[in-house]
């Protein structure tokens, strides 16, 4: 690994700059973070020493010409944060490297086919060599590799389908790896700090279902005694494997980087050249679309919801069509944050019909994060409907009908054109599009299945129910469901829908409780 990178103090040295210099290069992003790892032979009486890729040298010396040029080192910085710029750089210094070495014409051209092959040979994480995977912000695995199967867990991750059992701490602390690897407790330590900002001293004990008294007090241990919290949550930090019947340690540094999706954990052997990877975990968005792309499936709990635009053909019809592409753009624009707010997942975008996932995730309920997501849709599209009519002149009432049903599914991704779409392989999107196409008026309408597992707190944040017929007509009932089949003799046009569902209760959301409401409810 360190054949290609140089030390600390060879950038001192060499650069000719202070280690305040130094450190300020590195805060400004100019630098990255060094690889703290044991030294080698010719640093005695060092522990650790900090590596950084050799072109950090070059990157010190392009510091000093702009700032000879007259720029700030605000500029500068900003030039630094520009990826593209400094692979230029890198690559324009390549090439005067292997220009001032060209002994003869024929050298030159092997030299550019070389240097063409070098440039082809792009990391991803399919072809990582190095053990890797993802771990979400419930501590479970959804991508890892071959390698880290084989010389970590010791068995087939991928063949686990129910995601919990995919908890990182749970394949740990599992007495059969602990057969395998003699320092197992190394690695709780060592995910206790990679993991730290997805962990709560407080609910330790909910790690994993089945975590037993005695596993949650060495968490418990292993988490007061983590290290330090990184800088945006980016590690690099020295591990060794005792393997039982081996002889020798192995060595690693370990890489890992959180995004909002999770934790990605790289193992690099020691004796090897981690400067493609980190390369690799610097294209964020990169990163995060492949790790997306191959996310095993796993059965998990969710919420589907269906919200589609009444009457859209109607509309379509009133509207010339380029006002009409201006409308439905500006209602998925204004839709979309509203997903995101609640943590939806989107799936599927067909014009007049959007698909969002609601998922099981740790410091988020899942099935009021629906509930709350499509009343916020609902009142905005009516604001939208109200705002157009205002400067269109268009006398249509846009309405978002909204179906969600709850379950626990097989849930994956799909490559669509070079799209990632995430789908559910079960029943949910499919009760969820039914009551999508029965709702009317902007109406939400959801499962038994999903309100019932709402806790009665959530409960007394909005008002549900369905109406019945009476003397005086109808009326509506609080907190009731009807089978779906009750209304298939109805004279409502859409109730046909319904007849494949027609043995699921449901129930028509209607609107929030404000706080004061709901405290006045709880106490009665």
Not at 91 to 99: P, S, V
Not at 182 to 207: E, G, I, K
Not at 227 to 243: E, G, H, K, T, V
Not at 448 to 467: A, C, M, N, P, Q
Request: proline share 3%; hydrophobic share 35%.
């Amino acid at each position: 690994m360190k054949s290609n990178l140089v030390t600390s103090k060879e950038i001192l040295e060499q650069a000719g700059i202070s280690r305040a210099t130094l450190n300020n290069y590195i805060k400004c992003g100019i630098l990255p973070r060094p690889i703290v790892s044991s030294p080698g032979p010719d640093q005695e009486g060092v522990k650790q020493i900090g590596y950084f890729p050799t072109n950090s040298l070059l990157w010190i010396k392009q510091v000093k010409v702009l700032k000879q040029q007259g720029k700030s080192m605000e500029e500068i910085a900003t030039l630094f944060q520009d990826k593209d710029w400094v692979k230029r750089l890198s690559l324009k210094n390549e090439i005067t490297a292997d220009r001032r070495n060209e002994p003869s014409m024929q050298d030159s051209a092997v030299r550019r086919r070389r240097h063409d092959e070098r440039r082809g040979l792009k990391v991803t994480i399919e072809n990582i060599t190095s053990p890797a995977y993802l771990v979400n912000n419930n501590l479970e695995i959804e991508w890892i590799n071959e390698q880290a199967e084989k010389s970590i867990f010791n068995r087939k991750i991928n063949s686990i389908n129910e995601i919990e059992s995919r908890n990182i701490f749970k394949l740990i602390l599992d007495p059969a790896l602990h057969g395998v690897m003699r320092n197992w407790r190394d690695m709780v330590d060592l995910h206790c700090t990679l993991l730290q900002r997805n962990m709560n001293s407080d609910d330790l004990a909910q790690t994993y279902a089945g975590i037993t008294d005695k596993d949650t007090a060495l968490l418990s241990n292993a988490y007061l005694n983590r290290q330090a919290p990184a800088i945006d949550n980016l590690y690099r930090l020295p591990f060794s494997f005792m393997r039982t019947g081996s002889r020798g340690l192995k060595h690693f540094i370990v890489h890992s980087e959180a995004y909002r999706e999770g934790t990605f954990v790289v193992f690099i052997p020691g004796d090897s050249n981690s400067a493609s990877v980190i390369d690799m975990l610097s294209q964020r968005e990169k990163i995060i679309n492949e790790l997306l792309h191959n996310r095993m499936p796993s059965v998990v709990s969710l919420c589907s919801m269906v919200a589609s635009i009444q009457d859209s053909e109607r509309l379509c019809a009133k509207l010339l069509p380029s006002k009409y592409f201006l409308l439905i753009n500006d209602l998925w624009q204004a839709v979309s944050p509203v997903f995101d707010k609640y943590f939806g997942t989107y799936g599927r975008h067909a014009g007049n019909e959007m698909v969002y996932y609601f998922t099981k995730n740790k410091g988020n309920d899942y099935l009021i994060n629906s509930i709350n997501c499509a009343m916020e849709i609902r009142d905005m599209a009516s604001r939208l409907s109200h705002s157009w009519n205002r400067k269109h002149g268009l006398d249509h009432t846009l309405n978002m009908n909204i179906g969600i049903h709850e379950g626990r599914e097989f849930f994956g991704t799909i490559r669509s054109a070079g799209n990632i779409e995430f789908t559910a392989l079960g029943e949910s999107v499919k009760v969820a599009r039914r009551l999508s196409e029965f709702a009317n008026n902007g109406e939400i309408w959801a499962t038994k299945d999903l309100i019932s597992k709402i806790s009665t707190e959530d409960r007394h944040g909005f008002t549900f129910g369905v109406y019945r017929d009476q003397t005086k007509g109808q009326v509506l009932q609080p907190d009731s469901f009807s089978l779906a089949g009750d209304y298939l003799n109805s004279d409502i046009a859409s109730s046909q829908v319904l007849a494949p569902i027609s043995g699921f209760a449901i129930t028509e959301i209607r609107d929030r409780i404000h706080q004061q409401q709901v405290n006045i409810s709880i106490k009665n």
